[in-house]
Nanobody, 119 residues
Framework: QVQLVESGGGLVQAGGSLRLSCAAS????????MGWFRQAPGKEREFVAR????????DYANSVKGRFTISRDNAKNTVFLQMNSLKPEDTAVYYC????????????WGQGTQVTVSS
């Protein structure tokens, strides 16, 4: 089992920055990759970014490419999402998720953290 807890959300003005954190606990040795997703009011959940637990492979949604950076600190069992040049359309609840070895797909999810970007 893997437990995930997001933090770092808040209210910022357009053009500002936030850094989200996702702390993983439990059987973190089984994590293959970690991803960030978001869901805006009335919209479907969408992929934001992902990172391999080992190595340097990352992937980003086109909507955030060049503005967001995903990173990790394996020693602290934490993944981060640095969000720069925030836009009102980035407003959403952000969730982190974990994919484990041997089980394709994101099985474990955090509770979410609210990000609100004002004009």
């Amino acid at each position: 089992q893997v437990q995930l807890v997001e933090s770092g959300g808040g209210l910022v003005q357009a053009g500002g920055s936030l850094r989200l954190s996702c702390a993983a606990s439990g059987r973190t040795f089984g994590i293959y990759d970690m991803g960030w997703f978001r869901q805006a009011p009335g919209k479907e959940r969408e992929f934001v970014a992902r990172i391999r637990w080992s190595g340097s492979s990352t992937d980003y949604a086109n909507s955030v490419k060049g503005r967001f950076t995903i990173s990790r600190d394996n020693a602290k069992n934490t993944v981060f999402l640095q969000m720069n040049s925030l836009k009102p359309e980035d407003t959403a609840v952000y969730y982190c998720a974990a994919e484990v070895f041997g089980t394709p797909g994101y099985e474990y999810w955090g509770q979410g953290t609210q990000v609100t970007v004002s004009s």
